[in-house]
């Protein structure tokens, strides 16, 4: 956050939406965790069967420690699991597998929106550690230009934000359509899968409105400072 003050309220309806969000995704993990796969394999299984059914068998698949940190990392070529995921068979965990395998696929088929993610992402890390100090910096010694300059860097988060949503979607939509092709669920069992990912969608939905309406806000406070 930045200054606690009257605009602080344009941020409300991102937060409540992050809330909601944030609790569907668990709750849905929650529940599709207890219901297990009828064909019983692993989530790691059925993570290295989609790779190798798409000519993958390059591409790893690790265990990581935490709850829900799967990931694939494309610099290293892995897929990770986490403790949570990798030895379950529950529809949750094969799904958010199936999931992170999308995102190997992608990166094996020059899938252009993950490409173009990963080409800004080292522009990115600089712009997320150092919009805020610009920006603050700006407002408090009224160097509107250096504001701006915050205000720039925090769009470059945005538009990646922007940029994940389509790579997002896409790799739950390649889970879907892989699952019951292969004969890894059925028809009753990919409705749940659709749940969990869905959920976990609307995690990265909140988090680019979020930042869309930090961006109002950011504008109002410049033109606030502006007219002092």
């Known amino acids: 956050m930045l200054f606690f003050d009257s605009s602080m309220i344009i941020l409300i309806p991102g937060i409540l939406f992050g809330m909601w969000a944030q609790f569907m995704v668990q709750s849905r993990f929650e529940q599709y965790s207890k219901i297990p796969l009828s064909s019983g394999k692993t989530a790691a299984q059925v993570a290295r069967e989609i790779l190798a059914a798409n000519g993958l068998t390059n591409v790893p ?12 990392d494309p610099r290293s070529n892995v897929v990770r699991l986490s403790d949570s995921v990798y030895n379950s068979t529950s529809i949750a965990a094969v799904g958010v597998a199936a999931h992170e395998v999308g995102h190997a696929i992608q990166h094996a088929r020059h899938y252009f929106p993950i490409s173009l993610r990963n080409a800004i992402f080292p522009l990115v890390q600089v712009a997320s550690y150092s919009w805020l100090f610009l920006f603050m910096g700006g407002l408090l010694f009224s160097m509107m230009g250096l ?24 790799a739950s939509s390649r889970a879907i359509r892989l699952l019951p092709r292969l004969g890894f669920t059925t028809a009753k069992e990919n409705e749940g899968v659709k749940a969990v990912l869905w959920a976990a969608a609307m995690t990265y939905v909140a988090g680019m409105l979020q930042s869309l309406l930090q961006i109002v806000r950011m504008l109002v406070l410049i033109n606030g400072r502006s007219r002092d």
């Open 61 to 72: 698949v690790e265990r990581v420690a935490g709850h829900l940190s799967d990931h694939y």
């Open 147 to 170: 504001a701006k300059l915050g205000l720039a860097f925090f769009a470059v988060v945005f538009a990646f934000q922007v940029i994940t949503l389509p790579v997002e979607f896409d």
